[in-house]
């Protein structure tokens, strides 16, 4: 059983894999865990600084067409050259990415097997569609100062907070500000960036099945006031009856509680059992 593991930002693989640890202790020794490299320099999420070293990386720090599309087209790489694997797992910035591949491996291929049998996301922030918008964004700092969606009418007015499709974004801007970590940013910057999947626009394929139609398993903190919501955005993007959701009581972070540990690795079994594979 092979995992291909996606970190979050401001960390890097090692600091991934020890994350695991506690669940990894739980499933069977033979399962293998191999870790993406983000190939972008970042700071450090908070807290993660003072854990642990560098590097700190990225996928992406900003969701352009350019960005999104390079980690996308390089997770699909590795998943092809590299594979096969049997199930993805990504983490904040990393589930992101690994819900946009998996959703563009889709559309560019609906009659082939997906890239991966099942996924495992943990504290999952805004997924972003490729070719979608885009929203040219103004920022100071992470303050938005205006913003344009080149795809919507003139008239009236573009309003970026009434904008379903760019809920996600928004939340994720809030959640830089409101936890200080835009170190190393220019004072005013202007970005053309994606826009997000939102249910229940983008809920199915047109195929009629499900945006991710493989076994997933969702791990959402009850306390992630910042992108708690994209989590559960993204639950609904999934197969009802291939879904599986567990919270625990924590914020942004992998569940401490040793009981929620273990629900989570179970779930993971289940679901690798739906994607086929036997013990």
Request: charged share 20%.
């Amino acid at each position: 059983m092979r995992f291909l593991c996606l970190h979050g930002m401001g960390t890097n693989p090692e600091i991934l894999e020890a994350q695991l640890d506690p669940m990894r202790s739980r499933l069977p020794p033979t399962w293998e865990f191999e870790f993406l490299e983000g190939e972008v320099s970042t700071s450090p999420f908070p807290d993660i600084g003072e854990a642990y070293p560098g590097p700190y990386l990225c996928y992406y720090r900003y969701p352009t067409q350019e960005a999104v599309q390079s980690a996308v087209d390089t997770v699909l790489d590795v998943a092809q050259s590299d594979g096969p694997f049997d199930a993805v797992l990504g983490f904040s910035n990393g589930a992101a990415l690994t819900a946009t591949a998996l959703a563009t491996a889709a559309s560019r291929n609906p009659s082939e097997p997906p890239p991966f049998r099942a996924a495992i996301f943990f504290s999952c922030i805004t997924p972003y569609r490729l070719n979608s918008g885009p929203v040219t964004l103004t920022l100071e700092g992470d303050t938005i100062v205006s913003a344009t969606r080149q795809d919507a009418p003139l008239s009236p007015p573009y309003d970026l907070h009434a904008d379903p499709e760019a809920s996600g974004l928004i939340s994720e801007l809030q959640g830089r500000k409101e936890i200080k970590w835009s170190e190393n940013e220019p004072e005013r910057a202007t970005y053309e960036v994606l826009l997000g999947y939102y249910p229940p626009l983008h809920a199915t394929r047109d195929d009629g099945k499900s945006l991710i139609d493989i076994p997933t398993v969702h791990v959402i903190g009850e306390q992630d006031r910042n992108y708690g919501e994209s989590s559960r955005r993204l639950v609904e993007l999934c197969n009802p009856r291939l879904r599986t959701v567990i919270t625990h009581a924590g914020g942004h972070h992998f569940p401490r509680e040793k009981s929620v540990v273990g629900k989570v690795a179970r779930a993971v079994e289940e679901a690798m059992e739906k994607a086929g594979w036997a013990a």
